[in-house]
C-alpha cells in the first residue's frame, strides 16, 4: 500500500534504525505535549503507531493542542541511552 502523500512520506510503523540521519516527514495527531523548559516533547500518534518528536523551537507549538492533526517533516534522531526507558 502507497502512503505516501503531501502530509507524509512514511507511517510511524514503517520508521526504524536505518532511518537514523534521514529527513522524514510524518503526520498524525498530538496524543501529548510535554514542556521541558526549552524543549518540548510531542507524542505524535498515526493509526500505526507513535513516536516522539522533540520541538527545540517551543515556538512552532504556539495554537497547538491534544487532539490537533499536524503535518511534521525532520531529521530522524537516534534517542539517548539514558532516556531509553
Avoid: P
Amino acid at each position: 500500500m502507497n502512503t505516501n502523500n503531501i502530509y507524509r512520506n512514511r507511517t510511524l510503523d514503517k520508521v526504524g534504525e536505518g532511518d537514523v540521519g534521514a529527513t522524514l516527514k510524518i503526520a498524525g495527531w498530538i496524543e501529548n505535549i510535554r514542556d521541558h523548559g526549552g524543549v518540548s516533547f510531542v507524542d505524535l500518534r498515526d493509526m500505526y503507531g507513535v513516536m516522539q518528536v522533540v520541538m527545540r523551537d517551543t515556538s512552532l507549538l504556539d495554537g497547538l493542542n491534544k487532539e490537533d492533526c499536524v503535518s511534521i517533516e525532520g531529521v530522524i534522531e537516534h534517542r539517548d541511552e539514558e532516556t531509553n526507558h
